[in-house]
């Protein structure tokens, strides 16, 4: 069955790094754009970035650019997510999504599956 298992979340101090990995399997990998959304209590997932099937393009959400930088390795099935220069409203649930098809890669909707989440905490 399809599987995305996000790691590499935790506490962090504000100005820290994470990488965060999402390792996907039981569907063809290069089939697929890859999103990393994010969502904090009491609000709605939120898209933070994306990236199409060969990783030669990337979308950001305006609050990430220049400190997130998502990229995927398609011959391990993996995508990442390095965040640099964190602040304490980055401080959330991520979750990796896998995306078939030509829908907007902003859209939570359009997405064919999720993973668990890995929790994000950046204290000040």
């Known amino acids: 069955q399809v599987q995305l298992v996000e790691s590499g979340g935790g506490l962090v101090q504000a100005g820290d790094s994470l990488r965060l990995s999402c390792a996907v399997s039981?569907?063809?990998?290069?089939?697929?754009?890859m999103g990393w959304f994010r969502q904090s209590p009491g609000k709605e997932r939120e898209f933070v970035a994306g990236?199409?099937?060969?990783?030669?393009?990337?979308y950001y959400t305006d609050s990430v650019k220049g400190r997130f930088t998502m990229s995927r390795d398609n011959a391990k099935n993996f995508v990442y997510l390095q965040m640099n220069s964190l602040k304490p409203e980055d401080t959330a649930a991520y979750y990796c999504?896998?995306?078939?098809?030509?829908?907007?890669?902003?859209?939570?909707?359009?997405?064919?599956?999720w993973g668990q989440g890995t929790q994000v905490t950046v204290s000040s």
């Open positions: 990236i199409n099937w060969s990783g030669s393009y990337t």
């Open positions: 999504g896998a995306l078939s098809g030509y829908g907007f890669i902003k859209t939570m909707a359009n997405y064919n599956y």
């Open positions: 039981g569907l063809t990998f290069n089939n697929y754009r």
